[in-house]
């Protein structure tokens, strides 16, 4: 046996052990819909707040709770494409979209995202409006972090922006909502693109 084959074997044995322990079906098309649907919420966030509140947001106001119902959409729209593609994605390739490597991933997913909706939650609770945006971006980017590990390691890349925003976002509370429409918008679109090109269309 020469040595390109011992190569090829050791790659072969390489790219086993690497599907065993991540979920690399991941849909970059399912990060530039989250990002589109981001810029939508944000829009339609930002005209119902300069137009009926006068730039100010009151926690019992119904201005606050059409804001927090189109964030719940963005979610959930977010959520069920990346679901609807990634395994549309995983059945191409012969991936199982329900195995031990997605339950972890998923699992360190939500750890931190988890942790981080309760305690904005507490603070919106008490009137404290100007952390969320960095906050959410933090939260997101811990979480995206804390799963590479477990899918595609690039993801994490996507995870040091959304902190780096966050971070910036807490320190100019006033362009929170700017640097939210950056890191859950047009970050999402330019990730998704990136690996779109990289994976999906090999």
């Known amino acids: 046996m020469s040595d390109k084959d011992y190569l090829k074997d050791i790659s072969e044995i390489k790219n086993l052990m690497n599907k065993s322990s991540r979920f ?3 849909s970059g098309l399912s990060g530039i819909m989250a990002g589109i649907y981001a810029l939508i919420g944000a829009a339609i966030t930002y005209y119902l707040v300069d137009t009926y509140s ?12 059409s804001v927090m119902l189109v964030l719940i959409l963005v979610a959930v729209f977010s959520i069920a494409t990346g679901i609807l593609l990634t395994t549309r994605k ?26 981080g909706g309760l ?5 919106l609770s008490q009137g404290r409006y100007g952390q969320t945006g960095g906050l959410m971006l933090i939260f997101y980017g811990l979480a995206l972090v804390n799963a590479a590990k477990f899918s595609i390691g690039d993801i994490k890349y996507l995870g040091f922006i959304q902190i780096t925003l966050g971070l910036i976002a807490t320190l100019y509370p006033g362009y929170g909502f700017w640097l939210w429409v ?10 998704g693109t ?3 090109f990289k994976y999906d269309r090999k």
């Open 182 to 191: 950056i890191g859950f918008g047009v970050m999402h679109i330019i990730y």
């Open 119 to 123: 305690y904005i939650l507490i603070i």
């Open 24 to 26: 690399i079906s991941l």
């Open 194 to 196: 990136w690996m779109h």
């Open 90 to 115: 995983a059945k191409k390739t012969g991936e199982k979209i329900w195995d031990k490597s997605s339950r972890r991933l998923i699992f360190n997913f939500l750890i931190p995202l988890i942790a």
């Open 54 to 65: 006068y730039g100010t947001l009151m926690l019992d106001g119904w201005i606050f709770r």
